[in-house]
């Protein structure tokens, strides 16, 4: 017995679900397509195999790599629309080892199942770039369709971030013997940059007239503009007068100074911290501080996640609450106890 069949509304063909009810529309009013397109669906139903392999063959057909790209095919054509820092992030996540079995897939041969084994096998990091990949291969029309509901990702969700301490921070720099890292991190102490920005930065960012430092950040493209004060330009100037100000560790890759620093962090028994908690750290004394929010987002970028969590999730809620306002109102009479009706 069928499972489906067909009827006509408004010229338009639908197929109906005999066991469910639903109705769906074939997007045609050509008889002999809603014929196809109905043997096809009770096909399917009898055979969901069968049915899976005609869909495929017909996908190649109009797609003649179809059958031979694999999911390194697709990783491989990201990287190439990639530059700079964002580059080598995805190089470092395409040796992802949860990746290892799913870049020998054929792409429209994949399976939620094989998905859900390579998310089960990785961390937050392959969650992250595996939403990518597949998208782009959505975007690219390399997929006929989902290979994993939006609804059945799992939900990302990253460890916490804490910022660092005055304490931690000179612990650091005081067992620190090299002058170039030194400077480095008291630098990202003073500016709250991100790694890869504070090495970036050159002598000619510096305006010595009014105390500023403005530099365009790797990641945005968007102008950090901030002001120094007496210490940190004395660490400028302990800095070469022209050109880079870091020319060693501006060479080095974001990971291999990353390295360095939990090299450092393991010695002192400090855990917990990374190069980025030095941006959380000047978002968070900006705030216990006083500083206004609308400065420090001229300094760390409008859409920096440090300065929103700092100023709003962590933030000393300055505002009463509304019961108390409420009752604040009544003892002042200014609060009717009943709702003022509108004039018509």
Known sequence: MNRYRIIRRYG?????????????????????????LLGAANEASHQPLLGVKLAETYYAASEPQAMTRTWQHVIEEIIKLKNGSTRERWERAAKDPAFAQLKAKVV??????????????????????????????LDMN????????KRHWPSIEFKEK?????????????????????????LCWYFGGSQGDIA?????????ETSTLSYARRKTGMI???????????????????????PHLRKLRASDRATEFKKRC???????????????GWAERAKENGYPERFAQEALGHN?????????????????ALEDYEEMGRKQKTVPNKPLLLEA
Request: zero cysteines; hydrophobic letters at 40%; glycine letters at 6%.
């Open 12 to 36: 338009h063909f639908y197929l109906i679900d005999k066991v469910t009810g639903q109705r769906k529309s074939l997007k045609t009013t050509d008889q002999g397509d809603a014929n196809r």
């Open 304 to 320: 920096s996640k440090a300065v929103h969590r700092a100023y709003a999730r962590k933030a000393r809620p300055e505002i009463p």
């Open 108 to 137: 429209i041969q994949t399976r939620a199942k094989d998905f859900l084994d390579a998310l089960n096998a990785g961390a937050v990091a392959t969650n992250v770039f595996l939403r990518r990949i597949h998208n782009f291969a």
């Open 142 to 149: 390399w997929l006929p369709k989902p290979v994993l509901p």
């Open 162 to 186: 804490r910022a660092i301490t005055i304490g931690e921070h000179i612990a650091i720099i005081e067992r620190e013997l090299n002058l170039e890292k030194r400077a480095f991190y008291e």
């Open 200 to 208: 970036d930065l050159a002598a000619e960012d510096i305006a010595w």
């Open 266 to 280: 393991k010695g002192l028994g400090i855990t917990g911290v990374t190069l980025h908690s030095y941006r959380y």
């Open 224 to 246: 950090s503009l901030l002001r120094f004060g007496s210490h940190a330009a004395k660490v400028l100037k302990s800095l070469p007068p022209n050109g880079p100000l870091f």
